[in-house]
């Protein structure tokens, strides 16, 4: 069975940083790529940044430069992905979702993480 757990999230001040924390486990094949989503109060969801095993990425314009999402490490049976968010914006406060997908992809959506809140205010 497949699972994605987020840690990280919390309140924040403008202009400070935030690290999330995703561990993958439960694919036999392993994810090839895993991904961050986000979703605000009243808005459809978006991808916020995704990484595909060899390096490939593709951010949201609204994070370039922001936003890094690091190289997926593989340790067993556990995946591991990080989001390091520096510069944060009061318009980044949203619910963040993990994803994964076993296919080379920029768009990973098959399986997702229960969200973690990221809050940023004074």
């Known amino acids: 069975q497949v699972q994605l757990v987020e840690s990280g999230g919390g309140l924040v001040q403008p202009r400070g940083s935030l690290r999330l924390s995703c561990a993958a486990s439960g694919s036999t094949g392993g994810f090839n790529t895993m991904g961050w989503y986000r979703q605000a109060p009243g808005k459809e969801r978006e991808l916020v940044a995704a990484?595909?095993?060899?390096?490939?990425?593709?951010?949201?314009t609204s994070v370039k430069g922001r936003f890094t999402i690091s190289p997926i490490s593989r340790d067993n049976a556990k995946t591991t992905v990080y989001l390091q968010m520096n510069a944060l914006k009061p318009e980044d406060t949203a619910v963040y979702y993990c994803?994964?997908?076993?296919?080379?992809?920029?768009?990973?959506?098959?399986?997702w993480g229960q969200g973690t809140q990221v809050t940023v205010s004074s």
């Open positions: 990484r595909r095993s060899g390096g490939t990425t593709n951010y949201a």
């Open positions: 994803t994964a997908s076993n296919l080379f992809t920029m768009d990973p959506r098959d399986y």
